[in-house]
């Protein structure tokens, strides 16, 4: 109602302004005017008033128009300010243009220039007004700034009343004053006229003034309601006197709301049915459809809809539109009500005697009646268009039925204008039908024999119109001739292959679609039918059966990359690139898949996703390699960093709407991926605060995050992360030690969850990986000090898991982490911080202890561990005599060969740390004779000798012999070393050799074994020998 | 239809000559000016038109239609009708002034109104309208004979080759299509023998010769005829688009017989052609998929006879010989719902075409 009260406003003061011109002005005065006129029309403000400085000082301006140069600058400021969105300068230009109102006013002007002065003043106080009552309706306005600003638009809407009303006096008198002359009667009559023409004018300004200053009151309240009677007497009154002028139709529409915004709905129909009764002329069309939209939200408060006033009202008036005027919103809105209108009306006599012939009549022509009208709406896009198909699709009647009126088309335009019609029924009815067909699929084998049948019936109407419209397309192709338009014509070639790529036949489509890019290059309908078969191809491939596709992929691929090469970048390739990327990552073709990714616009929503497909290919090879081949890590970077690129571009792109499976599980492949970088922090903002962020999905119970598996992955990269963030944040750790907590309590309840049966063998499993991946970390840490930082920090966060854990599982990990750091730590002569490590792992190992393993399958077995995990400690703090008993114990209830090997190892680093020759003998040939039921004693710890003749020529324990090979060979050169026995180092080098000549790779260990000969060859003052080179055939 | 007659001795050279009485106006081909004066005389290939100040010899291929000066309204209608391509009309008209009993003198009226009859008959045939094909064959045949020296003896004569080469296909029995198939080929002797008189009509012989040798399986022999139909020596826009349509029907046979360049080279010839020139562009399909089909690729094979059915309407041939091998292929490829549609059409809108008479004959 503001916004309408405002431009009414505009228009009569922007007339007014006009008749309002002082009587002949002379040639010269004429001239600056022209040029004035044209610099505003250009929206040369600034300029305008530069010239209007320039012309005050000018000699060459005339006086007359020199004396209006203030009112004239005034104008410019109102017209300049309107077009502002800045409310600060808004302000200023109004103000400044008021100044220069108040400096005209006071050169005593004309009474005519007074009146002018006095009537733009009002306009400038009207304007500032709706400025702020708009600022009043925005949400971000507290209401007691809201009031505030209602307050300040009624102030200045009443300052602008008040200017109107002195305006109105002075016109009243002007007119009361002409005196008539006998001898100039003409120009008498027309002076009489203009003042008249222009009071009337003003007294409509006065009646919407006051109606604005209604809506400065709260919605509703009375004072809002008393400022509208006024607004409606001021109204009514020009209604009555000024029936013949258009001011006076504009005062019955002021009426109308005005009543409505009283309350009075009798009233208010009143007057715009006075309007609807106007001439039918194009004047009137705006009007109306004002006043129609009034009456409307008084007819859309009735239940049922009076149907019989809204019929009556709206269909002649919608009849009589132009096509572009039933497009325009409001009409639109006033269509669909006419629809509803119609069909409540069919529902009325539905509730009569339907066994009528005339009632079923009835029925029929309203429901075909609403059917057209609403389908006519739901062609054109915008809002209503959602409504109208809604519509359609709950009145559930048969569209297709509803045939429009019977049309002789003779032409080409008419053929192709209905077949488009046509076809954008068929889109809205395929919207419908597919709709149900997804109901459907969603069910499958449940699907209802009800929801079947509204398929059928959605299918119906479908193909019945659609086959309609190819009838007519046809007709079109045949009133083709030399004249038709080249690109009509192609889009009727595309509509063809469109109604057959809705009836499913595919093949068709794939023909006309195909035909379009050779026949009609350039056209937008050759880049259409080009993707419109390449989707046909795509529906065709998905229907054949899988050892008979090479057809329709053949030529999927072909067609894409046609068009990728015929319109690179553009929206038409777009599909194209997406399907092949999809079928290129789906074959492991990942330079296709690469080169079809960068095909898709870069604008496409649709790439973001094929780019995270592809950056996690990238990244699962990258992993891949790594495991197969970690050796030649820097090989494998360049994968890391493709998937690198692509992650993190399409995670820059994508939106909310775009998060599924797949772009869950991307974010999560990044956070790996930044975690593998040792970006620890880049890791952490992406698993917790990225747009998309895979912990933040879990928290929000996001659909694409509720697979169990990925909450698992989710919470196994959280623990890596923080442990991560531990070595490298290590200001912070505390903060990361009590996340990683956090991640973990929460990986076992959703392991729980998922199967508690199976939780505990997989949380063992998750944290025998930890403590892998956590020695993996440190390992990496090539400084001393750093990697002291970060055990400590560990330290910290598995001391704190430790001492609040009850859960023997969680204990064991801990102890076997730590254990698992001690041991790297002694191995790169860290001993002091490796002896802290091993003390807080035998803690968490005694305290696992004494809670006792139960009576599971798996107590055996962890209390097992648990000693062997001790004894490992112990033998890191340095007491191996007592780690070697610890062994032993273990070792006499059963002979496990890793435990073996760790007893052999035990005896070994004894002689390492003791230089004992007895040590690394015992280490060789075993020791820690015990007694035995029913059997004499013997050697539970049997040395590296005996485990290497266990061990050997036995492919499965093929890596564990040749570890034993090199420790016995160790042990041999120790000992020899130590008693100089020259034998015992020449056996152990022939010993290498031997089998180095057997399997040059030595299961991995060459290198070492290469070192260890190095070693011997010197003791023995020998010149040192390559071991055998390996057959890189074999 | 009975035949007893052989044709090839039809065209006798001698000019036929008559007394006249009104003047008869020779509209020619190619924009040269129309002669006006009296026929006096005519020959498979020429009439004599007798002027003021001699006469004047205009080859038959020349004559674009002749408007005689005798003869009814009637006739003069049925007569323009004919050459405007309204044949149901020509033949309505040609009812009622028999009817009115309008009768000439004039033979060469006479012959031309036989003519209009007996080409309107066959032509409403072969597209599906109100005419048997046995009637217009009959009519067609009789005019071969009773006009032998009528300057429309040679496309008569064509026209009844069309229509035996049609009528073969309703027969399963190979003696008896063999005897419709020897009858077109003895019709098409004397155009075979017209290279410089009837350029156009021999290059269209020759594709009439090729599609015979084709229907017979005698391959070689239908490439010699494809060739011979592609005569350098022989110009003109209509003679342009008989060699292209013969380059494609050649590359068809080459496939058939299993050369792996003809897919290829037919897609060259049709990526090359611009324009919308439906008879060439829905024969270069047909034969595409023809090499399909022989390659054993069924869906390609259907994607060409379906740009046939749907981009290149208007000639029944080509029309009813997509639709004849659709209706295999879409059975083959299960869509038998649409082997049935291709088959509904191809019997009810082509029911008098060589591959709509072989569809019923099939069954």
Redesign the interface.
Known sequence: MKLIARSIFILVVTITLNLAATPSPSAAEEKVELFLQKLLERGYYDTAVDYLNFLETSPLCPKEFKNRIPLEKAVILIEAARRLKDLKKHENYLGRAEVYLTDFTKTKPSPELFARAEKIRAQLYFERGQVYLNLASSDRKTEKEKQELRKKARSLLTAALDSLEKNRQFLQTQIQNVVDDPENRAAVAALKKTLHLEYVQVRTLLATSSESIADTFPNPSVERKKQFAVALKKHEANWEKYRSFTQGVNSALGAARCAYGVGDETKTITYCNEIFDLEDVAVFIPIKKQAAMIAKKIWETKDPLPFADVIKTLEPLINGLTTLEKRQSEWLELQILLAKAHRTRAEFFEKSDTKDKATRSKIDRSNKSAVRVARAVARVPGPTREIARNLLKTWKLKVGDVKPEEVTITTFEQARLRASDLMTDAESLRTIYLEVKKKVDAAGENATDELRTELDEAKQPLDETTNEALKILQLAVSFKSPETDREEFANVRYLQAYAYFILDKHYEAIVIGEHLTRAYPGTNSARSGASLALKSYLQLYISAPKDDNRFEYDNLKRLADDMIRKWPGQRATESAALIMARFSTRDGNIDAAEKYVNAIPKSSPGRVLEELRIGQIFWFQYLNRMKQNPADAAKHQALRAKAQTYLEAGMAQITKDQINEVSARATLSLTDLYLDLGESQKAAEQLENAKIAPLDLIKQKHPAASSPRFIRDTNKTAVRVYMAAMRNDQANATKWVGKAQGVLSSLKQSLIKQDPQKAEAKMRSIYVQLAKESRQQMERLTNVSQRKIFSDSLLTFLDAIQSETKDVATLLWTGQTLNALGVSLNESGEKAQARRLHKKAITAFEKAKKRGFGKGVDAERNELETERQIAVATLGIGEFDKAIEKFADILAKKAYIDIQMDAAKAYQLKGDALKSANAYAFAMMGGQRRKRPNRPPAKVIFGWNVLAKATINKPKQEARFYEILYNMCYCRLKWGQLKQKTVALTSARDEILKYAKKNPEMAGMRTKFQELLANIQKSLQEPVTKLPVPDPGK | MKLKIAVSFLFATAFVAHAYSQTDQVDRTGGARPVRGQIIQESPTAVVVKLSNGNQTIDAKEIRRVNFGDGSNLQKKAISDFYAGNYNNCLDLLDRSEQSNDKTTNPFLKAELAFCRAMSMCREAMSGGNVSLDNAGQKIYEFTTNHSKSFHAIPASQMFAEVCIIKSGAFRDKTKRDEWLKRAKTALKPLLEAKNTWGERYLSANLLMGRIAAIENNNDQAIQYFTAAQDDSITGKAATQIKQIARCRTWQIKGQKGDANAIKELKKII?NESG?DKLFFSNAYNALGHCYLKAG?K??A??QF??TQ??YTGNPNTQSEALYYLTQLWNQTNHPD?AGQAQQALRNSYQNTYYGLRSVAAN
């Open positions: 990526n919308d690729d869906k390609s259907l994607l379906l740009h749907l981009l649409r």
